[in-house]
């Protein structure tokens, strides 16, 4: 005979802040990168689309809070959401300087990895015999030459100080946990 267990009727309710998974998930692979050598290259491309992936979820985030009918702006490009909403709270960024200047950069680099094409790639070069004999040394494409250990953790520093620029500036005033990088919360209600 099989027991009955009592069920408890569970209401859940959360508030998904993507940004800062895709904060995290950049965070992590980037750090697999650092530990690993080996195929550390991908772990530096991907750490540097997902923090392209975050400053264009955290714009979207913050653009609701700021600017009434956010959702007729959210086909713009990233650069002109973050003008949009750097106007809107009285920022001037400076592409031409850190750290705004990481935006020209993450966002080409993720186009070119959304939007990759074939290339032919050709280059002159003096090399030591040694080197040329081992064949190791392949032509890179500029994606390719980006996706490094020194452009990852610059992605990290450049785009947490605009997000913190741009989060302290606008003075979003909100439930739950604050900040550029928190997650959401969630709640739990349970009756008998």
Request: net charge neutral; proline share 5%; glycine share 6%.
């Amino acid at each position: 005979m099989e027991r009955m267990e009592k069920k408890a009727h569970v209401k859940r309710q959360r508030e998904v802040r993507i940004h800062a998974e895709l904060w995290h998930t950049s965070d992590f692979l980037l750090e697999a990168g650092q530990l690993r050598p080996d195929g550390a290259a991908h772990q530096f491309r991907a750490s540097l689309i997902f923090r392209a992936f975050y400053l264009e979820a955290f714009l979207n985030w913050l653009g609701p809070k700021l600017i009434p009918h956010w959702k007729y702006l959210e086909r713009l490009k990233p650069r002109e959401k973050l003008d949009l909403l750097a106007d809107q709270i009285q920022l001037k960024p400076d592409y031409g300087t850190r750290p705004w200047q990481i935006v020209k950069d993450v966002f080409g680099f993720r186009n070119a990895i959304a939007h990759g094409k074939p290339e032919e790639l050709e280059d002159e070069i003096y090399q030591n015999i040694g080197d040329y004999l081992s064949g190791l040394d392949f032509v890179q494409a500029e994606w390719e030459k980006f996706a490094t250990e020194s452009n990852a953790l610059r992605a990290q520093e450049d785009v947490g100080e605009i997000a913190t620029l741009l989060y302290k500036a606008a003075q979003v005033k909100h439930d739950g946990p604050i900040g550029p990088f928190s997650f959401g919360f969630q709640m739990r209600k349970a009756r008998l």
